[in-house]
């Protein structure tokens, strides 16, 4: 195949390059001032366009996407949504978990995502795991063999105190990794150990819904990383939400953050979900309800950020947009533009265990083309123009045709 040559496009550190792209390899060849690199048969023009890495999404959960109708679900607080979608998963086909969840993906990539986390739930039945509660995943496996090339997707099992022999089933069926909801378990720290030799004795990756309520109390977070740091975990381990660390003082935070840091834990902050659901007990100076951003990042945490719910019971709302994530990490985390877009980039690639992307000779070419001229732009003003890249191949282009009279 020939390399691919990408002119003209403005780099965020760099300004305006040439980048030439090995599509045999799927990673850059080289960078260089424009005109210095050779024609070929291949070329897109990028003049006026930023070049990024691609995002990637870290907490997505397919098999719930675009429920919110379907569900007949009121806006409420955690509790509220965890029992509309048990009432409507009884009701959930494998069929119907395939092509909503291709329909979202197919979003994402459109936005630029090259690479998504999923959890998928074991469905419940009658209150319980009658039926076939691994159809959710059989959904997500079947949609990740026809994503090969296109977008990496990544499964976790979500249980909350399933019995032993499914989160087995569904770890020889094909799950990358196993989640776990320990702040709605009978008994948290049990849950954390029961899930952390699990998932040993899979190989492979913990993602735990961690600590997702404002109770500064609440220990999840805690009880991960000193688990951790006692068993010497290898396979990768992820803690989402994380709340209530955004709720403790300063220096109890700092503590619990360099704890994590040990533990060498990745953090996923879901703004969207978690602002949207948090907080409604508390009608004046309500909370933000993000976790402890700044903290866990000056202890050298791997800080990424997700979208979490794409309008389903959890959220209403949303765009399966990861600039959009990154808008709301620099509004309500007060992060900088740049730190906002390495969480959702960089970082959020990081906890997928994936290599660096990017438009840097040797970074694999994941990229994303905005027609913008700076980040700030890019995050501020939710341009639609993107060209996304998947191994340095053209997998989308979304074009805008703007009338004004």
Not at 112 to 119: N, Q
């Amino acid at each position: 195949m020939s390399p691919l040559l990408l002119r003209g496009a403005r780099l965020p550190d760099q300004g305006v390059r040439d980048v030439l792209v090995s599509t045999d390899s799927g990673h850059v060849a080289r960078v260089a001032p424009p005109g210095l690199l050779p024609s070929g048969p291949d070329e897109l023009d990028l003049t006026g366009y930023l070049l990024l890495p691609a995002p990637a999404e870290p907490h997505a959960h397919l098999d719930k996407a675009l429920t919110w109708d379907l569900a007949g679900a009121l806006p409420g607080d955690l509790l509220s949504a965890v029992t509309a979608w048990r009432a409507y998963a009884a009701r959930v086909t494998e069929e119907d978990v395939f092509q909503r969840a291709r329909r979202a993906v197919d979003e994402l990539c459109a936005n630029g995502v090259t690479a998504v986390r999923t959890h998928v739930d074991l469905l419940r039945d009658d209150g319980g795991y009658g039926g076939d509660p691994l159809r959710g995943l059989r959904a997500l496996l079947r949609l990740r063999g026809q994503l090969r090339g296109r977008v990496r997707l990544q499964i976790a099992v979500l249980h909350v105190d399933a019995p032993d022999e499914l989160l087995h089933e569904a770890l020889d069926l094909g799950a990358d990794l196993l989640g776990d909801c320990p702040h709605l378990s009978a008994d948290p720290a049990a849950s954390v150990e029961r899930t952390l030799r699990i998932a040993a004795e899979h190989q492979v990756g913990v993602d735990l819904h961690a600590d997702e309520t404002l109770d500064p109390a609440a220990g999840d977070l805690r009880l991960l990383a000193r688990a951790v740091g006692e068993r010497g975990f290898v396979s990768g381990v992820t803690a989402s939400h994380c709340v209530s660390l955004g709720a403790v003082e300063p220096d109890e935070a700092a503590r619990t953050a360099k704890e994590v840091a040990a533990a060498g834990i990745g953090v996923v902050t879901l703004p969207l979900t978690n602002l949207y659901l948090q907080g409604r007990d508390r009608p004046s100076s309500t909370p933000r309800g993000l976790t402890a951003v700044r903290a866990l990042l000056d202890a050298g945490v791997t800080v990424a950020a997700g979208g979490d719910n794409f309008r389903d019971p959890f959220n209403p709302v949303g765009r399966a947009d990861p600039l959009e994530t990154a808008s709301l990490l620099v509004t309500a985390g007060h992060l900088t533009p740049d730190e906002a877009l390495h969480a959702v980039t960089g970082g959020a690639r990081a906890v997928l265990g994936l290599p660096a992307a990017g438009p840097y000779e040797g970074a694999v070419a994941d990229l994303l083309a905005v027609r913008a001229q700076t980040v700030s732009e890019v995050l501020g003003a939710s341009c639609p123009e993107r060209l996304v890249f998947a191994g340095g191949r053209l997998v989308s282009r979304t074009s805008v045709v703007r009338e004004i009279f």
